[in-house]
T-cell receptor
Framework: NAGVTQTPKFRVLKTGQSMTLLCAQD?????MYWYRQDPGMGLRLIHY???????AKGEVPDGYNVSRLKKQNFLLGLESAAPSQTSVYFC?????????????FGDGTRLSIL | GQNIDQPTEMTATEGAIVQINCTYQ??????LFWYQQHAGEAPTFLSY????GLEEKGRFSSFLSRSKGYSYLLLKELQMKDSASYLC????????????FGAGTRLFVKA
């Protein structure tokens, strides 16, 4: 997906380890979102940001932290990974004042916690 | 509360027409989106409805009734490549334009 890059694409962690997922965008979008997608469930919003320096909780924020120090980057951190956090994580962006426009998604990060 | 319901799975035949329904209950409404998602890939945008009625885009059409909290995605002239999950999503009006996603409908297209 042009414009939204997620790193890494795959990762295996042991319980208790920490890691940071990076979402980078080059579309100058104000809004950025982190979702997780589990089998049989839709995308669930973890945290989001409405602009540089801002973050807010979504519907499933526990166990995650985020930062938006630069407009183009949105970081998702797992301080102490748990098997329940095994999932596919998607980052998405949205431009300001364009409510009829869809979100732009990254290719996803597949994370396994052993 | 907020909730989106759509069927878990559907099967249809190549060349046929299939309709995927979506019902929703949300605290605020700022548009309904349909996305296609192939296995192992990111969702890709198909359609957007904010007013009642039908929006047509090639082989795909989407309908919205805000009073009924109901939408459907219509796929015509089905092709094997249409085998995918189809996600119904509703955007809210609160800060951040947060979007709620349904669990998705897995469509299997058979020859």
């Amino acid at each position: 997906n042009a414009g939204v890059t997620q790193t890494p694409k795959f990762r295996v962690l042991k319980t208790g380890q920490s890691m940071t997922l990076l979402c980078a965008q080059d579309m100058n979008h104000e809004y950025m979102y982190w979702y997780r997608q589990d089998p049989g469930m839709g995308l669930r919003l973890i945290h989001y940001s409405v602009g540089e320096g801002t973050t807010a909780k979504g519907e499933v924020p526990d166990g995650y932290n985020v930062s938006r120090l630069k407009k183009q980057n949105f970081l998702l951190g797992l301080e102490s990974a748990a098997p329940s956090q095994t999932s596919v994580y998607f980052c998405a962006t949205l431009g300001l004042g364009v409510s009829n426009q869809p979100q732009h998604f990254g290719d996803g990060t597949r994370l396994s916690i052993l | 509360g907020q909730n989106i319901d759509q069927p878990t799975e559907m099967t249809a035949t190549e060349g046929a027409i299939v309709q995927i329904n979506c019902t929703y209950q949300t605290s605020g409404f700022n548009g309904l989106f349909w996305y296609q998602q192939h296995a192992g890939e990111a969702p890709t945008f198909l359609s957007y409805n904010v007013l009642d009625g039908l929006e047509e885009k090639g082989r795909f059409s989407s309908f919205l009734s805000r009073s009924k909290g109901y939408s459907y995605l219509l796929l015509k002239e089905l092709q094997m490549k249409d085998s995918a999950s189809y996600l119904c999503a509703v955007r809210g009006i609160a800060g951040g334009f947060k979007t709620i996603f349904g669990a998705g409908t897995r469509l299997f297209v058979k020859a």
